[in-house]
């Protein structure tokens, strides 16, 4: 035993002498310049290094460098440029004075992903004929170094013409073989109008054909969203795929998705292409979409327990820069949208057999088909949003049939004042896609219909009977379970939040109506009269006649929060009386045969 330590203690001391005499006897500055020209004729790149370089021995033999930047030609910015560059070498090459860096590590570093430090082609550089096909990406220069590590940095990106977002705490770990297979993560977050990101990634990609092909996998990324005019519970999930890209033709595409947002999932494949024009086309399925836990502007749900899409403000101070339709990047991009949802929640709508079929082209929406179940009954709104004009213009053609109505209202904050299911067809054109500007400025008419009508509080025949026994007890009807409105149908036109009803006709258990009215969402008012026809009187053969023939007008009017009712039953009853028992004196005077006597008493019932 005593032997086999001494003889370690021996290699450990020659092997630490070596390397002291190797560090003494090669200078790292005299690779600078083999390094900045290594870089140079590869990739066209300027490598500079501002301090000198030295070697540093433990636990592994590396080339410490201070200030570094890495610039392409013509950029008037630096690709990457950092604090601290640290270079492992390996030791054997170093004895026939050859540079071999197994890893690099870059700590403090700034990497700018922006016009300004893109490649910039010479002033003079001679240009080709307009009409040729642009030169595929071939010449780009590969990645040969089997370690990376990026600690503690920045990046920034930033396309033409756009915002500038700024990735902190960066942190990459790459390694990758002699076949060029790679294992890559990376960990980072973003702040920006008072909203946070955080990002986990940790994936593998195959760079053998780089760069005119690359693939890889998204093994898993983890991600979380907080912050103004999101969810006060955040928005965080994982997602997963594989994917590939083609450098020469500027595609992609991929497979195997698999995200999950809250408690969302969706599973899918998509592809699309990069050069103008840009496309995108998306198959996805979910098996959960719950949209009040995605959006700003979901109402807060008021099941125990459940989540709250309550969201956070940002001040004033945080607001972000108006934008316009022409900023939006639709406008540049051809999208297919194929989605199937087998249960979705929207506004505390339970959805199920969620299809849509959805095709943007540089900024003219189609949606093919929006459709979908809710309960017992079925939805379909095609329709299409153009946002190629600074108005925008939304037109909707909405189909409903048997959707229950009371759910509809609280979905759409209305009064909740309904019952029973409703039909309907129509056509709806605005200027915005929220439901508050649906409820302000947006116009349009629908042919509509409803079966087994409730209005809660407010049972109208027998609101008619009770004001009847007030006025006359010589009639009367038997108090009966009456079933509301049985069927109901008219036409609603829609103009800057006032739907206005007109020929409304219904018919229910010894009931029949017929009116039409006015409703203010704005304003949260109603202004509705109603003509009710009782059936099934007793007694009085005249004021049975008058109460079954004649429309007792119901009028619905006020605040919705105080809302007001006048059923003028006695005037109805007077007035008919009145007029029967002018009619019968008309005829006992046209019997008389004095003309003169005729005419004196008309003239007496004149009013």
């Keep these: 035993m005593k032997r086999v330590i001494t003889t370690l203690a021996i290699l450990l001391v020659v092997v630490v002498a070596g390397m002291s005499a190797l560090v003494l006897l ?21 490598l500079q290094v501002s301090s000198d370089l030295r070697w540093h021995v433990w636990p592994q033999l590396s080339i410490l460098a201070g200030r570094m930047s890495l610039t392409a030609p013509g950029a008037s910015q630096p690709l990457v440029s950092a604090e601290n560059m640290r270079l492992d070498v390996d030791l054997w090459p170093l004895i026939s004075h050859q540079l071999s860096v197994s890893q690099v590590l870059l700590k403090n570093a700034v990497v700018r992903v922006t016009p300004d430090s893109a490649a910039q082609p010479a002033k003079n550089a001679p240009q080709g004929p307009r009409d040729a096909e642009p ?3 071939s010449s780009g220069w590969s990645f040969d170094i089997a370690k990376l590590r990026v600690a503690d940095s920045l990046l920034i990106w930033q396309q033409p013409g756009g915002d500038e977002y700024n990735f902190r705490d960066l942190n990459i770990n790459l390694d990758q073989d002699s076949h060029k297979q790679a294992t890559l993560a990376l960990t980072t977050s973003l702040m920006r109008n008072q909203r946070n990101a955080t990002i986990n990634l940790k994936g593998q990609l195959d760079a053998a054909q780089y760069p005119h092909r690359l693939s890889g996998q998204i093994e898993q990324l983890d991600y979380t969203l907080s912050g103004a005019d999101i969810p006060v519970q955040g928005i965080k999930g994982s997602l997963s795929l594989r994917g590939e890209w083609n450098g020469d033709r500027q595609q992609f595409a991929f497979s195997d998705l698999q995200l999950t947002a809250n408690d969302s999932s969706l599973t899918g494949e ?27 502007n979901a109402p807060a749900a008021e099941t125990p327990g459940a989540q709250r899409a309550t969201v956070a403000r940002s001040p004033v101070i945080a607001a972000p820069r108006e934008r316009s339709n022409a900023d939006s990047p639709l406008n540049a991009l051809d999208l297919a949208l194929k989605l199937e949802a087998d249960r979705a929640v929207w506004r505390g709508l339970t959805l199920s057999g969620l299809a ?12 093919n088909t929006l459709r979908g179940k809710l309960g017992n009954g079925s939805f379909s709104v095609p329709g299409s949003i153009d946002i190629r004009q600074p108005v925008t213009h939304v037109s909707l053609k909405p189909q ?6 009371q759910p509809l209202l609280k979905a759409f904050a209305l009064p909740e004042s309904l019952q029973g299911d409703l039909n309907l067809d129509g056509e709806l ?30 049972n109208l025949q027998q609101m008619v009977r009770r004001a009847v026994a007030r006025v006359s007890d010589r009639v009367s009807s038997d108090e009966q379970s009456d079933q509301g409105i049985e069927q109901i149908g008219g036409q609603v036109a829609l103009r800057q939040g006032v739907l206005t009803f007109s020929d409304l006709n219904g018919n229910g258990q010894h009931l029949d109506l017929q009116g039409g009215g006015k409703v203010d969402m704005v304003q949260q008012q109603l202004d509705v009269t109603l003509g009710l026809k009782i059936s099934g009187w007793q007694g009085d053969k005249a004021l049975v006649t008058a109460l079954s023939d004649q429309p007792i007008p119901l009028r619905m009017y006020g605040s919705w929060n105080s809302l007001q009712y006048s059923l003028p039953v006695d005037s109805v009853l007077r007035d008919r009386l009145q007029n029967e028992a002018k009619s019968r004196l008309n005829q006992w005077i046209d019997r008389q045969q004095d003309e003169e006597k005729k005419q004196n008493l008309k003239k007496l019932l004149q009013p």
């Excluded at 090669?26 to 300027?46: C, H, I, K, L, T």
């Excluded at 998509?270 to 700003?296: F, I, M, V, Y």
């Design 26 to 46: 090669v200078n790292p500055n005299d690779f600078r310049a083999y390094m900045v020209q290594q870089v140079e004729q590869r990739s066209g790149y300027r």
């Design 135 to 137: 030169a595929t990406p």
């Design 270 to 296: 998509g592809e699309g292409h990069l050069a103008s024009p840009q496309r995108l086309a998306l198959d996805l399925k979910a098996s959960t979409l719950n949209l009040d836990n995605l959006l700003t």
């Design 356 to 367: 849509i079929d959805a095709r943007n082209q540089q900024g003219l929406m189609t949606l």
């Design 400 to 405: 409903l049939r048997l959707i229950a109505l």
């Design 429 to 458: 054109s605005g200027d915005s896609l929220t439901v508050e500007a649906a409820k302000r400025s947006w116009q349009g008419r629908a042919t509509l219909s409803a079966s087994n009508l409730q209005l809660a509080d407010l």
